[in-house]
């Protein structure tokens, strides 16, 4: 069975730093990119960033809002892929979640499959 | 950035309803548009990516269509199980982007 299971969640002061790990099972992970994604109490998916794998070198991406205090990084040996934060404040109080792009070659169609279950981040003084 | 309007917002129906949800693209994105399915407290769930592509397990109830701009999910006969928050995403460039949801409730 494909799986992802996210950790590391919790609740953290503003300013502080915090790492969430997604470990993945049940499929090659070094194949496929890895996206994070959250979603604050009562809003929407918002994609936060993404890595890719390590055939296409590995490459990152953010979204603007996260950028230089966020950062994603994978280690394939173990199967897990992680989401660094930093400098965190209260508005980065969210669900994050962990997914797997799968992409359609030629054309490079890509969507999000599977989800993990979502770990709780809570930036609290 | 490619921004995903989705319309409406929210829309009540009963069992055995035909519903329609729309999406729209700021730009072209071809047949990059996935949907996806999300009940509260739970992850979001793959339905239909590239426009029109069921992903395996999903009932065939589910439908979509559209290339461009214009996107449309459709549940045929709607079941008890489908009252959710349904999003769709363009994969047609970075940052991918979500729209903003549409509630299907029940009626």
């Known amino acids: 069975e494909v799986q992802l299971v996210e950790s590391g969640g919790g609740l953290v002061q503003p300013g502080r730093s915090l790492r969430l790990s997604c470990t993945a099972s049940g499929f090659t992970f070094g194949d496929y990119p890895m996206s994070w994604v959250r979603q604050a109490p009562g809003k929407g998916l918002k994609w936060l960033g993404s890595?890719?794998?390590?055939?296409?070198?590995?490459?990152?991406e953010y979204a603007a809002s996260v950028k230089g205090r966020f950062a994603i990084s994978r280690d394939d040996s173990k199967s897990i892929a992680y989401l660094q934060m930093n400098s965190l404040n209260t508005e980065d109080t969210a669900v994050y979640y962990c997914t797997r792009e799968v992409v359609l070659v030629p054309a490079a169609i890509g969507w999000f499959d599977p989800w993990g279950q979502g770990t709780l981040v809570t930036v609290a003084s | 950035d490619i921004q995903m309007t989705q319309s409406p917002s929210s829309l009540s129906a009963s069992v055995g309803d035909r519903v329609t949800f729309t999406c729209r693209a700021s730009?072209?994105?071809?047949?990059?548009l996935n949907w996806y399915q999300q009940k509260p407290g739970k992850a979001p769930k793959l339905l239909i990516y590239a426009a029109s592509s069921l992903q395996s397990g999903v009932p065939s109830r589910f439908s979509g269509s559209g290339s461009g701009t214009d996107f449309t999910l459709t549940i045929s006969s709607l079941q008890p199980e489908d009252f959710a928050t349904y999003y769709c995403q363009q994969s047609y460039s970075t940052p991918r982007t979500f729209g903003q949801g549409t509630k299907l409730e029940i009626k």
């Open positions: 730009q072209s994105i071809s047949s990059y």
């Open positions: 890595i890719g794998s390590a055939a296409l070198g590995g490459t990152t």
